[in-house]
């Protein structure tokens, strides 16, 4: 697939979900201290300055210690798609806290939120640390259920090794879209 052809996908998956959040009616969010939560998210990222591209699939699990601030862990697949070199895979598992902003709409239909995060990326022939920061936007469709979109920006402890290639990269931009659940 040609990078304009996925960057067309991103902007009509993006839109797609914000028509779909304003044509829905009732939604709420009544998350509170001991709720739990499941998200499960794909998405790709294209690192810079590099000729590596990724698939990602992203899945956490997350508690909420008051109605705004959550604590999890979260579990992220990739796949690389390197040219002119054999594909490989990353994984990374990774702590996290979020804070998320109340009060912005009504009902709390759109929540914005900010986090960081820090763990390990691994594969088959490497593994270092990472860290970094998360913004994201959670959208309502009733009290339990919401679809999210989020950015991060992960930063490398040191070079990983990607089969032949090292990525040399400072760190990646990762952008997910997904749905999550509130119990």
């Known amino acids: 697939m040609r990078k304009l052809t996925l960057k067309q996908l ?3 998956l993006s839109i797609s979900l914000i028509l779909i959040v304003c044509f829905t ?14 998200q499960l998210s794909g998405g790709f990222f294209h690192a810079q300055d590099t000729d590596v591209g990724t698939v990602t699939l992203d899945a956490s699990y997350g508690y909420y210690l008051t109605n705004v601030w959550q604590i999890g862990i979260g ?11 054999s594909d490989t895979w990353t994984a990374s598992t990774v702590p996290f ?6 009060g912005l709409s009504t009902n709390d239909v759109f929540q914005p939120f900010l986090g960081v995060f820090a763990g390990a990326v691994y594969n088959d022939e490497d593994a270092t640390g990472t860290a970094g920061p998360t913004v994201g936007l959670k959208a309502f469709l009733n009290e339990k259920t919401f679809l999210v979109t989020k950015y991060r920006y992960e930063w490398f402890f040191n070079e990983i090794e990607l089969g032949n290639v090292t990525d040399t990269s400072n ?12 119990w």
């Open 75 to 85: 579990q992220t697949l990739n796949y690389n798609i390197i040219d002119n070199e």
């Open 10 to 12: 991103g902007v009509s």
């Open 25 to 38: 009616t009732g939604s709420y969010a009544l998350q509170s201290a001991g709720n739990k939560e499941i």
């Open 171 to 182: 760190g990646n931009h990762v952008v997910t879209l997904g749905l999550g659940f509130i």
């Open 97 to 102: 806290v979020n804070y998320h902003f109340r």
